[in-house]
């Protein structure tokens, strides 16, 4: 039997890949630009969370991806707050 415990760090990647799926479907539909903040955002705590849970099921793969996504998402949040700072 699986704890409440043991389920969060699924639960908790699942809930990152729901936001990065999001994040996705909104820029496809036109409704978020990435040049905007919550493009960066959203795909920085969706990563986090997949890489958090992937912690406790280990797979070196998935880990790379979630942590240069984590990279580029920070550099998104940057460049962005650089460009609000020169204005």
Same mark, same amino acid.
């Given at each position: 039997?699986?704890?409440?415990?043991?389920? !969060?760090?699924?639960? +908790? *990647?699942?809930?990152?890949?729901?936001?990065? @799926?999001?994040?996705?479907?909104?820029?496809? #539909?036109?409704?978020?630009?990435?040049?905007?903040?919550?493009?960066? !955002?959203?795909?920085? +705590? *969706?990563?986090?969370?997949?890489?958090?849970? @992937?912690?406790?099921?280990?797979?070196?793969? #998935?880990?790379?991806?979630?942590?240069?996504?984590?990279?580029?998402? !920070?550099?998104?949040?940057?460049?962005?707050?650089?460009?609000?700072?020169?204005?």
């Amino acid at each position: 039997m699986t704890s409440v415990v043991d389920a !969060l760090p699924d639960a +908790l *990647g699942l809930a990152g890949v729901v936001c990065i @799926l999001l994040v996705y479907f909104l820029t496809q #539909s036109g409704r978020l630009a990435p040049e905007q903040l919550a493009y960066s !955002l959203g795909n920085l +705590l *969706g990563s986090s969370l997949i890489l958090f849970s @992937l912690f406790f099921d280990w797979n070196l793969a #998935s880990v790379v991806v979630e942590a240069a996504w984590v990279a580029i998402s !920070l550099y998104g949040v940057a460049r962005y707050l650089r460009r609000r700072r020169r204005r």
